[in-house]
């Protein structure tokens, strides 16, 4: 196997014998060959678009299928070995609607084994080093734009489960997919295409913040609490609205508070959600620490989306997963009836007593802190806030990370924080006070809501004449796995400067394309935060 598409990626190169996240040889390799069919079925789809020929339900498979191969979304080879096989069903569905097309050989022709090994052996050969003799700045470019589509496809998939789709998300993922395998693009062609993915992926955001606000309500700011209260309960991670809506609505009545993990943190200000009184508060932070966390829950916990790991043994029969989330052995709802869960909570002791514990707030999404710019706006004028930091991205166990809890605490007190992502949770309980009434720490959402902190930023910009590189405000980014590379293409494809980036470089990108982004975008490796808030602030 070999797999560097995240960025705890084995000695910093890239994973060669199990990978970093528990993913082991034989779903690596059938990951792989899923995504080769996939670009055999977008070859096919592309061809369809030119007379017409298009089906929704595959532009949506698609989606579906790459979300599955993204960092810590699905383990189980089984449930790879069904999306291969359908995959390649689909691509020969479309193959003979088309006339007059032939396809050279490849992904658009393979005939998937039949067996998991034979599967597997197939994968063995299509991965990211099966062609030695690739220019390695290609190849950089080429699993830029991979990775890149692999966020896009999971903002997608989040959106359309919400009922919002957008015909030219499906219709770049193919067009992109189907270039990766066209040997006569040069760089400037990808760095093209890496470009527009950076743009798909903000029509992605832009209809996934339209799916959750339409659905739930603009969130508002709202205190959580971190403690507990007596009872039976369940927790719920990941990232998924309406699967916390599912359980809320399975669980009225039935003396079960539900509590948000992870990512799930900023729904509490969703009106829609907050109206369910067992919605209580949120427990543990971020998804690296879910072995220790879920291991002390004393109930039952659901998996949404992505960000699973190894389970322990001790709550293996405690923990369920749905949607694309899969482990091998651990019970998967697919239908949505949730009452397995809500059985094993109810067995199990839930929390002997109420817990005190320290609250934060959640809620300033695009919508609140708009409503609010004339106050912000006059204390950038009067010098009340002097910069804005928007420190965000996501968590993760590589040592390094300290590096964010430290930068804000130093972080001036006439500056304001915006955050979003599981980043937050190397200091999202810190008190950093207010300016004028405006709190210090602003917690913008999940990272599907980057959206909101692009439309703060534009707002700000329009609102001082200027353009946003020319704002007081300065991007300090973590990045884990691909729906960070969707954002970080989207804020280069807004021309966005001067993006600071750790706790290390992708190993994905080679040095010649790095001197690119360097040379055009200013992007840096974050130092120390001292050395970094000097050189912003002087």
Request: glycine letters at 8%; a negative charge.
């Given at each position: ?5 995240c ?9 060669t014998k199990i990978?970093?996240?528990?993913k082991k040889p ?7 060959l899923l995504?080769y ?13 030119k ?8 532009d ?7 979300f599955?191969?993204?960092t ?16 390649v ?9 088309i ?9 658009a ?5 039949t ?5 597997v052996a197939q994968g063995?050969k299509v991965g990211?080093?099966s062609?030695p ?5 290609i ?9 890149g589509?692999k966020?896009v ?5 989040h959106?359309?489960?919400l ?10 993922i193919?067009?992109a997919m189907a270039a990766?395998l066209?040997t006569d693009?040069?760089?400037d062609?990808?760095?093209?295409l890496v470009?527009?993915?950076g743009?798909i992926n903000l029509?992605?955001?832009?209809i ?6 339409g659905?739930y309500?603009h ?7 971190l403690?507990?209260k007596?009872?039976?309960a369940?927790l ?9 809506e ?6 009225q009545g039935?003396?079960i508070?539900v509590?948000t993990?992870?990512e ?15 919605l209580y508060g949120?427990?543990?932070t ?8 879920f ?11 992505n ?5 322990r ?5 405690k923990i369920f ?11 998967h ?6 009452a397995?869960?809500i059985?094993?909570?109810?067995e199990?002791?839930g ?5 005190e514990g320290k609250?934060?707030?959640v809620?300033?999404a695009?919508?609140a ?6 106050t912000v706006?006059e204390?950038?004028k009067?010098?009340?806030i002097?910069?804005f930091?928007l420190?965000a991205g996501?968590d ?9 809890t ?6 001036p007190?006439?500056?304001v924080?915006?955050t979003?992502?599981?980043g937050?949770?190397?200091?999202f309980?810190q008190?950093?006070g207010?300016?004028g009434?405006?709190?210090?720490l602003?917690d913008?959402g ?9 439309q703060?930023a534009l707002a700000l910009?329009n609102?001082f004449?200027?353009?946003v590189?020319?704002l007081?405000?300065?991007?300090v980014?973590?990045w884990?796995?691909?729906k960070?590379?969707a ?7 807004l021309?966005i400067?001067d993006i600071?980036?750790g706790?290390?470089?992708p190993a ?6 790095l001197?690119?982004l360097?040379e055009?975008f200013?992007?840096?490796p ?5 050395e970094?808030?000097k050189?912003?602030?002087g």
């Open positions: 196997m070999f797999c560097f598409q960025e705890q990626t084995s000695k910093g190169e890239g994973c990978g970093v996240c528990g034989e779903v690596a390799a059938l990951q792989d995504m069919a996939v670009k055999g079925l977008s070859l096919v789809a592309v061809a369809g678009r007379t017409g020929i298009r089906d929704p339900k595959i949506h498979f698609a989606c579906e299928a790459i599955s191969t993204l810590n979304v699905d383990f189980d080879p089984n449930r790879f070995v069904q999306l291969i096989h359908q995959t069903k689909f691509r020969d569905e479309l193959k003979a609607k006339t007059g097309d032939s396809f050279p050989e490849g992904p022709n393979f005939t998937p084994g067996t998991l090994e034979d599967l063995e990211v080093k062609d003799d690739i220019d390695p700045d190849l950089s470019l080429r699993e830029l734009l991979i990775y589509i966020g496809a999971a903002y997608a998939d959106a359309k489960i009922g919002k789709t957008d015909d030219r998300i499906f219709d770049f193919h067009e990766s066209n693009l040069g760089a062609d990808l760095v093209g470009l527009k993915c743009e029509v992605a955001m832009e996934l913040d339209a799916a959750n606000t659905t309500g969130p508002v700011p709202t205190s959580v609490p403690g507990a007596k009872g039976k369940i719920v991670s990941g990232h998924d609205l309406k699967d916390l599912d359980i809320l609505k399975q669980t039935k003396g508070n509590y993990h992870g799930m943190l900023p729904c509490h200000g969703y009106p829609e959600l907050k109206k369910y009184d067992h949120h427990y543990g971020a998804w690296q620490n879910q072995a220790k966390e291991d002390a829950f004393p109930g039952a916990i659901l998996m949404t989306t960000c699973i790991q190894k389970p043994d001790s709550y293996n029969d997963t749905t949607g694309l989330v899969g482990w091998p052995g651990v019970a709802i697919a239908d949505k009836n949730f397995p869960v059985e094993k909570a109810l199990l002791p929390f002997a007593e109420d817990t609250s934060v707030m809620g300033f695009r919508n802190v708009m409503g609010v710019a004339g706006i204390a950038v009067n010098k009340a002097r910069h930091f420190v996501c993760g166990a590589k040592p390094g990370r300290n590096y964010y430290e930068f804000v605490e130093k972080v007190k006439d500056c924080v915006l979003l992502a599981c937050k949770f190397r200091f309980d008190d950093l207010d300016i009434g405006i709190p210090r602003l913008v999940q990272c599907n809501d980057a959206y909101s902190a692009v703060i910009a609102a004449e200027c353009e590189n020319d007081p405000l300065s991007m980014l973590s884990y796995e691909q960070a590379c954002i970080l293409l989207s804020l280069l494809y021309g400067k600071r980036l706790p290390s470089l994905f990108i080679s040095p010649n394309i001197n690119v360097v055009k200013n992007i840096m974050i130092k120390t935060p001292d970094d808030l050189a912003i602030l």
